[in-house]
């Protein structure tokens, strides 16, 4: 492998300059990730088809230079064989709500989804970057299937916490045997890193953050590095302590203040690329100047939009990497 920088940065190890990647970079703000969608035939079979996950997987490392490749997938492709009749249109839909653990196959199902294992394995052969695997966390995987999809607000997760929480606790517990499993999958493939994406649990009070969620989440983390990989943790909202190796933080957050407590991601909102390339790369100086050094990967606060100029997207990479790093 080429370029090490994003896994030096996790190590704290010593950098020539800020590694960057962006969240959902393999997507619809990419031309030539809708003519594939297309030519595949929809989201689903993309993901199905290792030749295309490949493809899509590389696209934004050719159109903007960055420096890790994440697998292309979605946080719900490994409920695919035990949620019979999930699709997406774009966003995930069920046939009907799953609130309840009951059921459902055994998380060894999981083992189902080879095309995901084959495409890690594809990437790897690839790839002059690091592969980052990924997968949702259990309480956001949760959120989509207790609302049966997509929603404006969610809260039917919530409300479950509270009107079933054993029911709560045992789907819980489902999902953090999936998930755990997946991931293992992925880093015996060869994924390099792993990213768990915590987008809803950001909603979850801290008490019940801490009672439903995060002993699983740091057993999850636990047994990963265990593996020799490390973990990035991503949430949108507050920071909060599962035991991973960096934390990728919204942009809500005062970046130093987060460097402080260890190796941090992040963290511009995804919005300023909607000024002009002028503004981004303003915007990127001022916000990595007072964390530039080891242990910071620029990235966005949240996923990419799909209406993103590609012209901003750009400099936002560019800007990134030239950013001046003081040598140790
Ligand atoms: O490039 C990458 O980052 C890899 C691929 C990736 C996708 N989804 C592909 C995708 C990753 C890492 C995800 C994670 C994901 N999926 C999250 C966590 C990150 C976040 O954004 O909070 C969540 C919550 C989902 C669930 C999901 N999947 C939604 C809400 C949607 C629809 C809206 C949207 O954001 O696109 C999807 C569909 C989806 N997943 C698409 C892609 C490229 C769009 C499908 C299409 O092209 O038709």
Same mark, same amino acid.
């Given at each position: 492998?080429?370029?090490?920088?994003?896994?030096?940065?996790?190590?704290?190890?010593?950098?020539?300059?800020?590694?960057?990647?962006?969240?959902?970079?393999?997507?619809?703000?990419?031309?030539?990730?809708? %003519?594939?969608?297309?030519?595949?035939?929809?989201?689903? +079979?993309?993901?199905?088809?290792?030749?295309?996950?490949?493809?899509?997987?590389?696209?934004?490392?050719?159109?903007?230079?960055?420096? %890790?490749?994440?697998?292309?997938?979605?946080?719900?492709?490994?409920?695919?064989?035990?949620?019979? =009749?999930?699709?997406?249109?774009?966003?995930?839909?069920?046939?009907?709500?799953?609130?309840?653990?009951?059921?459902?196959?055994?998380?060894?199902?999981?083992?189902?989804?080879?095309?995901?294992?084959?495409?890690?394995?594809?990437?790897?052969?690839?790839?002059?970057?690091?592969?980052?695997?990924?997968?949702?966390?259990?309480?956001?995987?949760?959120?989509?299937?207790?609302?049966?999809?997509?929603?404006?607000?969610?809260?039917?997760?919530?409300?479950?916490?509270?009107? %079933?929480?054993?029911?709560?606790?045992?789907?819980?517990?489902?999902?953090?045997?999936?998930?755990?499993?997946?991931?293992?999958?992925?880093?015996?493939?060869?994924?390099?890193?792993?990213?768990?994406?915590?987008?809803?649990?950001?909603?979850?009070?801290?008490?019940?953050?801490?009672?439903?969620?995060?002993?699983?989440?740091?057993?999850?983390?636990?047994?990963?590095?265990?593996?020799?990989?490390?973990?990035?943790?991503?949430?949108?909202?507050?920071?909060?302590?599962?035991?991973?190796?960096?934390?990728?933080?919204?942009?809500?957050?005062?970046?130093?203040? %987060?460097?402080?407590?260890?190796?941090?991601?992040?963290?511009?909102?995804?919005?300023?690329?909607?000024?002009?390339?002028?503004?981004?790369?303003?915007?990127?100086?001022?916000?990595?100047?007072?964390?530039?050094?080891?242990?910071?990967?620029? +990235?966005?606060?949240? =996923?990419?939009?799909?209406?993103?100029?590609?012209?901003?997207?750009?400099?936002?990479?560019?800007?990134?990497?030239?950013?001046?790093?003081?040598?140790?």
């Amino acid at each position: 492998m080429g370029n090490d920088l994003f896994l030096r940065a996790l190590r704290e190890e010593p950098v020539t300059r800020l590694p960057v990647w962006v969240m959902r970079q393999a997507g619809r703000y990419l031309p030539e990730y809708r %003519a594939t969608k297309e030519k595949a035939g929809g989201f689903l +079979n993309l993901c199905r088809t290792p030749d295309l996950a490949v493809e899509v997987t590389i696209q934004p490392l050719r159109r903007l230079g960055v420096d %890790a490749a994440i697998l292309f997938s979605d946080i719900m492709v490994p409920l695919l064989p035990a949620v019979p =009749g999930l699709t997406f249109a774009p966003g995930p839909k069920l046939p009907r709500a799953v609130t309840s653990a009951d059921g459902l196959a055994p998380p060894e199902a999981v083992d189902e989804v080879e095309f995901v294992y084959e495409t890690v394995r594809m990437l790897r052969r690839e790839l002059d970057v690091p592969l980052i695997g990924f997968a949702g966390t259990p309480a956001t995987v949760a959120t989509y299937l207790a609302e049966g999809g997509s929603a404006k607000h969610f809260t039917a997760f919530r409300k479950l916490l509270h009107v %079933a929480p054993g029911q709560a606790h045992t789907l819980l517990a489902w999902l953090e045997g999936l998930t755990l499993r997946y991931l293992r999958r992925q880093v015996e493939a060869g994924a390099q890193a792993v990213q768990i994406f915590d987008s809803w649990g950001g909603e979850l009070s801290s008490h019940d953050f801490e009672t439903f969620c995060a002993p699983g989440l740091r057993r999850i983390v636990a047994a990963l590095r265990e593996m020799g990989v490390p973990v990035i943790f991503f949430a949108r909202g507050p920071l909060r302590d599962v035991g991973a190796t960096a934390y990728g933080v919204d942009w809500t957050h005062d970046l130093a203040a %987060a460097r402080r407590r260890g190796p941090v991601q992040g963290n511009l909102d995804p919005a300023v690329l909607f000024g002009t390339p002028e503004q981004v790369v303003a915007a990127v100086r001022e916000m990595a100047a007072p964390v530039a050094g080891t242990g910071y990967v620029v +990235n966005l606060g949240h =996923g990419i939009w799909p209406e993103t100029p590609l012209e901003c997207a750009q400099a936002f990479v560019e800007t990134a990497q030239s950013v001046p790093v003081p040598t140790e």
